[in-house]
C-alpha cells in the first residue's frame, strides 16, 4: 500500500482535496492512463464530490476518433479513497476502480456520458460505472473541434439503500404477528361441540336414565 500526499498534484490546480480522475484509449487496447480531471471532495458527514476536467487536446481527439474506428474501449479509474475531505489526512493508495465503454459510444454521444461512484455504508468508494448518453455506436460522423473538445458530465453518488425506519419495523413486525396469529386460529377456533362432545353426549345418556326409571305421571288406570 502506497501512500501520497493529499491532493498530490491535484492541490494547486483544482484547489482543495481532490484525487484523479484518469482515462485511457489506446487502438492496442494497452492501458496508458493520462489525467482528465479531479474529483474534488467537500466537507461534511455525507459524501460530496464536484468534478473538474480539461478539454481534450487535438491529439487526443485524433486518437479517439481512431480507437473508436476499431472498436477499441475508453477507460476510466479513480483511486479508492473515501469519498470525504474531513475523513482525508493522506491518500492510501489502494489500487484503482476501472470502467469502460466503447470508444465509438464516447466519440457519437459528444463526450456526454454518466459517471457513478459507488460506496459503501461509511462513504468508502468500492465501484465506479460509466454509461454514455446515448449509448449506441451508430457510426455517425462527427465533427472533431465541435463535437469532441469538451465533457458534458453528468456525476452522481451511490449509497446503500438505509435499512427501514421505526415505523416500517413496527408495521413488518404487526404484519409478521398477525400473519401468525392467522396460522394458530383454525386449531384455536374450534366449534364449542367440538371442544366439549364428551360432556353434551354424557349428560344427553344421563337425563334419558333418569327418564326411564321415573314412573308415569298421574298413576295408573283404575279397573271396575
Not at 479513497?81 to 484503482?96: H, I, K, P
Not at 462513504?123 to 451508430?138: E, K, N
Amino acid at each position: 500500500m502506497n501512500t501520497l500526499p493529499v491532493g498530490d498534484a491535484f492541490e494547486t490546480e483544482f484547489g482543495g482535496f481532490s484525487v484523479p480522475l484518469e482515462h485511457s484509449f489506446e487502438v492496442d487496447d494497452t492501458a496508458k492512463f493520462q489525467v482528465r480531471g479531479a474529483l474534488v471532495l467537500k466537507s461534511g458527514r455525507e459524501p460530496g464530490v464536484s468534478l473538474t476536467q480539461s478539454q481534450l487536446s487535438e491529439e487526443d481527439r485524433s486518437k479517439l476518433k481512431e480507437v473508436a474506428a476499431v472498436d477499441g474501449l475508453y477507460k476510466i479509474r479513480v483511486p479508492r479513497v473515501f469519498l470525504q475531505a474531513d475523513r482525508q489526512t493522506e491518500w492510501q493508495l489502494d489500487g484503482y476502480l476501472t470502467a469502460f465503454v466503447r470508444a465509438c459510444a464516447m466519440v457519437e454521444s459528444h463526450l456526454s456520458d454518466v459517471i457513478t461512484l459507488h460506496t459503501d455504508v461509511s462513504g468508502y468508494l468500492i465501484a465506479v460505472s460509466i454509461v454514455t448518453l446515448p449509448g449506441a455506436c451508430r457510426g455517425t460522423e462527427v465533427e472533431d473541434e465541435v463535437d469532441l473538445e469538451v465533457f458534458n458530465t453528468t456525476l452522481s453518488i451511490m449509497a446503500p439503500v438505509n435499512a427501514p425506519g421505526p415505523e416500517t419495523a413496527l408495521f413488518i413486525e404487526r404484519m409478521e404477528q398477525e400473519t401468525e396469529k392467522k396460522g394458530k386460529n383454525p386449531q384455536e377456533q374450534k366449534s364449542f361441540f367440538a371442544k366439549y362432545w364428551y360432556l353434551i353426549l354424557g349428560g344427553a345418556i344421563f337425563l334419558m336414565v333418569s327418564n326411564s326409571a321415573q314412573p308415569p305421571a298421574g298413576g295408573g288406570r283404575e279397573q271396575s
